[in-house]
């Protein structure tokens, strides 16, 4: 039961971790960045998400923050390559790092939905059929083997109104009464 409990947030951690690399090394390349720093990026994300999917649901406001962060700088660069400033406005060296605010805005944006692409996915999977689908899919593989309940010896339950109550440790000790 806990096991498919948890897949939904594993799928979610394992969509968040591989949206932020996309992301990542794909605002790099629009951006028309060398090859070296490309990979680079893709080796900081890789490594991040490799470690947010060990973590799977732990340290989720750590690692949004951190996904967020790494994309923040390729996502500003690329928005300022795509959609370069009016000529007239600037010259030479300015006109090419110049950002306004319509290349924060949009950077802002990108890193707004890689941060909250864990949450995006786990209000899609309660929403869409088809984020169920990849939950089933990501799902760990079930334990080999029946499953086996174990209740220890002499334990007797006792049913009262829908509840079951273990009362085997209810009571003087056994030892004591057997030597009294």
């Given at each position: 039961?806990?096991?498919?409990?948890?897949?939904?947030?594993?799928?979610?951690?394992?969509?968040?971790?591989?949206?932020?690399?996309?992301?990542?090394?794909?605002?790099?390349?629009?951006?028309?960045?060398?090859?070296?720093?490309?990979?680079?990026?893709?080796?900081?994300?890789?490594?991040?998400?490799?470690?947010?999917?060990?973590?799977?649901?732990?340290?989720?406001?750590?690692?949004?923050?951190?996904?967020?962060?790494?994309?923040?700088?390729?996502?500003?660069?690329?928005?300022?390559?795509?959609?370069?400033?009016?000529?007239?406005?600037?010259?030479?060296?300015?006109?090419?790092?110049?950002?306004?605010?319509?290349?924060?805005?949009?950077?802002?944006?990108?890193?707004?939905?890689?941060?909250?692409?864990?949450?995006?996915?786990?209000?899609?999977?309660?929403?869409?059929?088809?984020?169920?689908?990849?939950?089933?899919?990501?799902?760990?593989?079930?334990?080999?083997?029946?499953?086996?309940?174990?209740?220890?010896?002499?334990?007797?339950?006792?049913?009262?109104?829908?509840?079951?109550?273990?009362?085997?440790?209810?009571g003087p000790p056994s030892d004591?009464?057997?030597?009294?």
């Amino acid at each position: 039961m806990a096991r498919a409990a948890a897949s939904p947030i594993r799928a979610a951690v394992m969509f968040a971790a591989v949206a932020t690399i996309c992301v990542a090394v794909g605002m790099d390349i629009l951006a028309g960045e060398h090859a070296s720093h490309s990979l680079t990026v893709g080796l900081i994300a890789a490594v991040v998400a490799a470690i947010r999917l060990r973590l799977a649901g732990s340290c989720r406001g750590y690692f949004a923050s951190l996904s967020g962060a790494i994309v923040a700088q390729p996502a500003l660069h690329a928005a300022s390559k795509l959609f370069p400033a009016e000529p007239d406005t600037v010259a030479g060296h300015a006109a090419e790092s110049s950002v306004s605010v319509a290349h924060v805005l949009l950077a802002a944006v990108v890193v707004g939905v890689v941060t909250g692409a864990e949450s995006l996915f786990l209000l899609l999977s309660a929403v869409h059929p088809l984020a169920r689908l990849v939950c089933l899919i990501a799902r760990p593989p079930a334990p080999r083997g029946p499953l086996v309940l174990r209740r220890r010896p002499g334990a007797t339950a006792m049913v009262r109104r829908f509840v079951e109550a273990d009362i085997s440790l209810r009571g003087p000790p056994s030892d004591s009464l057997a030597a009294a």
